[in-house]
């Protein structure tokens, strides 16, 4: 782990005009953190002193419970305000201050993102979102009519809905892949395995589902997928920064996900992986200049765009790597540990995520029989202001569940009181 000085030197590192990064807000996390560095990251997990220290560092509606951190999350305030900041700079001459002073802040944000997941920074676009990162992805690869696209019938819509434009404009197949809520490693693997055939170019999978938070194994259907000469896309949107691991780990072709879930910043902020002998031939979503053929930089073409977004994502790193990845995760895992095992004991709930932390995390979907999810997300909602996610899926339903390291126990409490209140009545 970095000491508090090179998170501070790396996040400053840049333009000049921005050396001085306003730590305040770092002070007590840092040295909270000092104080956990070497203990179990399970025993922190349930150190509530440690976690008051966390909490303390958003500004947040306490009058609501919000456990949709899966959609976005709120940035911590020392990240909020490093985009005010950055944003109130630039606006005093925009086509000066944007493109000379903050704008190159850009490439500290890229190395800082290559470090942590351990590639190439000349590997690493930095987008607006998931979305965004992916149809790069989607839309640059040549096809012709009769080649096959893979994927599952539990990937983002958006994602499933560009492959669907495809079909249409290309003649391409796509073939969605069904599987139970929740899934093994070895059942996920074996239904790929299964449903490959001469005419598959394309595997496209989530990392972890925005529906239920399983998570899938993107190592093995990567190796599968290599061996076979099958391009492999990864939708990492709800991963990084949400459990440690590192895209060296996967050899997928593609990786994108969004920065304002896990990471905590500020709404807009994505990052595209691109394997580094595919970028020359692959088409950026925006034409780039011909001499940018081979340079990450052509997926980033979009036109004017502010960069206060992307700056304040080297803060963000700074607050991450502060608590750590480890740590983290189980704390996430943690509370939602801490409702799911009390809900279970109900005949009336369906978990559909498994509780085995290599297959899940922060997100958990729960299912009262015999209510509507929507009903029940409207009852919480309405009598006690807590926010979740209601997923309909044509194959099964429930409400998505998403706590963030700022939640309290007292919150996952009243949620879990209410939800088994409904369960019994």
């Known amino acids: 782990m970095w000491s508090r000085r090179q998170f501070l030197n790396h996040a400053s590192a840049g333009t000049a005009a921005f050396a001085t990064v306003n730590a305040r807000g770092l002070d007590r996390l840092f040295a909270a953190s000092a104080d956990a560095a070497g203990r179990d990251p399970l025993e922190v997990a349930q150190d509530e002193a440690y976690w008051r220290t966390v909490q303390e560092a958003f500004t947040l509606d306490r009058t609501m419970v919000n456990l949709n951190n899966g959609g976005c999350s709120p940035a911590p305030t020392v990240v909020h305000e490093a985009f005010k900041r950055y944003l109130d700079h630039s606006n005093q001459a925009p086509s000066y201050y944007m493109w000379r002073e903050v704008e190159p802040g850009i490439e500290n944000a890229r190395r800082g993102l290559a470090m942590d997941t351990g590639v190439d920074p ?12 992916l149809q790069i992805a989607q839309l640059g690869l040549d096809f012709k009519p009769g080649d096959e696209i893979l994927t599952t019938n539990q990937d983002y819509g958006r994602m499933l809905q560009t492959y669907d434009q495809r079909v249409l404009r290309d003649g391409v197949k796509l073939t969605k892949i069904s599987f139970p809520v929740p ?8 239904r790929f395995e299964q449903a490959i055939t001469p005419q598959t170019k394309l595997m496209h999978f989530c990392h972890i589902t925005n529906l239920t938070g399983q998570i899938f194994p993107v190592k093995e259907l990567c190796a599968m997928a290599r061996a076979r000469g099958i391009t492999t896309i990864v939708d990492g949107a709800h991963a990084y920064a949400h459990f440690p691991f590192k895209l060296t780990d996967f050899d997928c072709d593609f990786y994108g996900t969004s920065l304002h879930k896990g990471l905590l910043t500020p709404i807009g902020a994505g990052f595209l992986y691109v394997r580094r002998d595919r970028i020359e031939k692959h088409w950026a979503l925006q034409p780039a200049g011909v001499g940018q053929a081979k340079d990450i930089r052509k997926f980033e073409e979009i036109g004017t765009h502010p960069a206060a ?7 963000a790193l700074v607050f991450h790597r502060g608590i750590g990845s480890e740590r983290k995760a189980a704390r996430l895992r943690y509370l939602r540990n801490r409702w799911a095992e009390r809900l279970i004991k109900h005949p009336r709930v369906v978990l559909h995520t498994s509780l085995d932390p290599t297959l899940s995390c922060a997100i958990g979907t729960v ?10 997300g409207t009852k919480l909602w309405n009598e006690h202001r807590i926010l979740t996610t209601p997923i309909v899926h044509p194959e099964f339903e429930g409400l998505r569940v998403t706590p963030n390291v ?14 088994e209140k409904m369960a019994k009545t």
């Not at 899934?183 to 074996?190: E, G, M, Q, R």
């Open 309 to 315: 977004n992307h700056n304040a994502i080297s803060e």
């Open 406 to 419: 700022y939640t309290t126990l007292d919150e996952i409490d009243l949620f879990a009181d209410a939800m």
């Open 122 to 133: 000349e590997t690493m676009a930095i987008t607006r979102n998931a979305s965004e990162s």
């Open 183 to 190: 899934a093994t490693f070895a059942d996920l693997v074996k």
């Open 367 to 376: 299912q009262i029989k015999g209510i509507p999810t929507g009903n029940v």
